[in-house]
C-alpha cells in the first residue's frame, strides 16, 4: 500500500480536517501522480455535506487534480517519470460497455468509479485529490502540456470540460448567439470557449458588479436579469444558453430568451428540480439539454486545445488549512474564478 495524506471529512457534519490513509499498490497499467495542485469544485461541498445523496465518509474530495508522474506499472506506456499528468471526475471504468467504447467513460452504466465517494473494484472507496498523491489506470490520466500554467489548467478537469463538452456537442460557434447563466467557475470557462469558438457572448447575471469583469473575460454583452428593461430587450435573442449556476433557481425567465429551436444546456446542478412551462418550451421548438463532463478522449482534446489557445482558468491560490473559509466564501459567490488548493502547504 501506498502511505498517503490529506484533508477529509470525517461525517457530513464534521469540517475538513487533515487524514493520513493508504492508496493501492501500483498494478501493471496504473501511474501514481504527485499532486501539486486541485482545483476547488461546488461539487465537493454538495457531496461532503450529503446535499446530493449519502456519502462515502471518511471522504477525500477533489476531482481537478494535476501534478506529475512519480511512478508507472510495468506495462504503462502513456506516460513517464516526471511527465506533467492530470485526472478529472473518474478514475476509472469496465471499458466494455457502449457508453465506454464510445468515449463516453463518465456514463459506464457497469463499473464507473469517480474520483471520489465511490468504491474502486476492489470494493475499497477512492479518495481524491485534496492529498498529496493518486493512483489511477493510465487510461484515465490526462496529459499536460509544458507550456501551460499547471495551477490554472486544475479547474480544466472539471469547470473546463464541463462546458467545453457540451458547447461542442450542439456546434456553437461563429454565427451563434450564447449567453452564459452565471459567472463563477464554470460560467467563466464558457464565456471563454464560447468567444474562442467564434460565438458571440452574453453574460446573463443578477449582480451588475459583475458586468466590467464579464466584459474582461471577453464577453460581449451584459444583462442584469434583475432589471426588467435589460431582460425584456433581450427576448428571443440567443440561439444557446448555457446555466452554470449550481444554486436554485427558477429557468423559466431565461427559456423566453431563446429563440426558436434555441437550445437550452444545464450544467449547474443545483439540487431542487426544475418546473418548466410545457408553453414555453412548443411555443418556440426550445430543448431544454443537460451535460455531464466528458469522456477521457475528449477530455484530452479540451486540455490540448487550451494548450493551443493559451486559455487557463482565472484562480486564487489558497493553503488547504484554508479550505473551510473557501467553501462559505464560494456559497456567497466570492471568488473570482475559481480556489485551487496549492499542495505544497500540506507538507
Not at 204 to 220: D, F, I, P, Q, Y
Not at 283 to 296: E, L, R, W
Request: glycine share 10%.
Amino acid at each position: 500500500m501506498i502511505a498517503s495524506k490529506g484533508y477529509a471529512a470525517q461525517t457530513a457534519e464534521s469540517a475538513l480536517a487533515p487524514w493520513n490513509f493508504e492508496r493501492r499498490d501500483l498494478g501493471p497499467h496504473d501511474v501514481l501522480i504527485a499532486i501539486e495542485y486541485c482545483g476547488v469544485c461546488h461539487t465537493d461541498i454538495h457531496l461532503t455535506r450529503n446535499e446530493w445523496f449519502p456519502g462515502i465518509f471518511p471522504m477525500v474530495p477533489g476531482h481537478e487534480i494535476v501534478g506529475k508522474i512519480a511512478a508507472v506499472g510495468s506495462h504503462v506506456k502513456k506516460f513517464k517519470l516526471g511527465d506533467r499528468a492530470a485526472i478529472g471526475v473518474m478514475v476509472d471504468s469496465c471499458m466494455e460497455c457502449e457508453d465506454c467504447r464510445n468515449g463516453q467513460e463518465q456514463f459506464c452504466n457497469v463499473s464507473p468509479v469517480v474520483t471520489y465517494n465511490s468504491l474502486d473494484h476492489s470494493g475499497k472507496p477512492a479518495y481524491g485529490g485534496y492529498a498529496n498523491n493518486i493512483v489511477a489506470p493510465e487510461h484515465f490520466a490526462l496529459h499536460v502540456a509544458d507550456s501551460v500554467d499547471l495551477a490554472g489548467t486544475a479547474p480544466l478537469l472539471c469547470a473546463g470540460i464541463t462546458t467545453y463538452s457540451p458547447l461542442r456537442k450542439w456546434g456553437v460557434g461563429k454565427g451563434h448567439k450564447l449567453a452564459v447563466v452565471g459567472l463563477g467557475g464554470l460560467g467563466h470557462m464558457a464565456v471563454k470557449f464560447g468567444v474562442a469558438f467564434g460565438a458571440e457572448v452574453t453574460v446573463l447575471s443578477t449582480s451588475a458588479n459583475k458586468r466590467e469583469a464579464a466584459k474582461a473575460l471577453g464577453a460581449h454583452h451584459f444583462v442584469v436579469t434583475k432589471n426588467e428593461e435589460e431582460l425584456k430587450a433581450a427576448q428571443r435573442s440567443f440561439t444557446h444558453i448555457i446555466d452554470t449556476v449550481a444554486a436554485d433557481h427558477d429557468i423559466n425567465p431565461y427559456l423566453g430568451l431563446l429563440k426558436t429551436n434555441g437550445v437550452y444546456i444545464n450544467v449547474g446542478m443545483p439540487v431542487e428540480p426544475w418546473q418548466l412551462s410545457s408553453f414555453t418550451l412548443a411555443m418556440g421548438n426550445k430543448i431544454v439539454a443537460g451535460s455531464g463532463a466528458g469522456g477521457i478522449a475528449e477530455t484530452q482534446e479540451m486540455l490540448d486545445f487550451c494548450a493551443e489557445n493559451n486559455i487557463v482558468s482565472d484562480i486564487e491560490l489558497i493553503d488547504i488549512k484554508d479550505i473551510q473559509t473557501a467553501y462559505e466564501r464560494m456559497l456567497k459567490g466570492d471568488v473570482r474564478y475559481r480556489f485551487v488548493i496549492d499542495m505544497s502547504t500540506l507538507k
